[in-house]
């Protein structure tokens, strides 16, 4: 009899230790992991926005143009099937404000990033009178941001971290430097507003604008 109580005491023991192990090679499998793995906002010399997608294996992507909050949406969602990881779409800013929003159905995460800026038409009658060329804004998976960008010719390039306001701010104007290529590694809080403006010192532009705040381009508000 002792034998025998023994023998399903040790039964039960290694019953659950093999099913703790099971659940701990679950739990991995378990997590929400991001359907949306970074993505990059584009804008060219020409002042044409376009958005490059970089999501997980087996997600599908739908993306359509809100037309009550004027916003350009993705959504992910788990799929099947085999899908491509690598997406670009061209984007078109509507009175010179481009909205984005990513809403991931799997981890259940939702994003934002507005970007104030000249529309297509407008930034080519600019072009002589701004000094940033061409630009990207990269999301990365530990929640920094990759800020690229190329000046022209002959144009300094000054960072502020401006305290009261909590803005980046990036103060070009003309000048004798001859570095064109900048980088910027921004780290955003979760919960807080990650703000880069672009603030263009040009006498000329001041003088046709009613407004400091239209020589304030880009203007990038990314929020979660």
């Known amino acids: 009899m002792k034998i025998t109580k023994l023998a399903s005491l040790l039964f039960v023991a290694v019953l659950t230790l093999s099913s703790c192990s099971s659940n701990e090679n679950l739990l991995p499998e378990q997590e929400n992991v991001n359907a ?40 992910f969602y788990e799929s099947d099937k085999a899908t491509s990881r690598k997406q670009s779409k061209e984007l078109l800013i509507d009175d010179q404000k481009l909205s984005i929003g990513f809403v991931d159905n799997r981890s259940n995460k939702t994003s934002n990033i507005s970007i104030i800026d000249d529309n297509i038409e407008m930034a080519k009658k600019n072009l002589e009178d701004t000094f940033l060329s061409e630009y990207s804004i990269t999301s990365n998976e530990d929640g920094t941001y990759d800020l690229d960008f190329t000046v022209k010719n002959k ?30 590694n921004f780290t955003k809080l979760e919960g807080e507003v990650l703000r880069v403006v672009f603030i263009n010192h040009n006498q000329e532009l001041l003088a046709r604008s009613s407004s400091f705040s239209k020589t304030n381009k880009p203007d990038i508000i990314i929020v979660d």
């Not at 997600?59 to 959504?75: I, L, M």
């Open 36 to 75: 949306l793995k970074s993505y990059k906002i584009k804008r060219d010399a020409s002042g044409a926005y376009s958005i490059d997608l970089d999501v997980d294996e087996n997600v599908k992507t739908t993306s359509f143009k809100n037309d009550e909050t004027n916003k350009n949406e993705f959504h």
């Open 155 to 184: 144009t300094t390039v000054d960072f502020v971290y401006n305290e009261e306001t909590n803005i980046y701010e990036i103060h070009l104007e003309k000048g004798k430097s001859s570095e064109l290529n900048f980088s910027r």
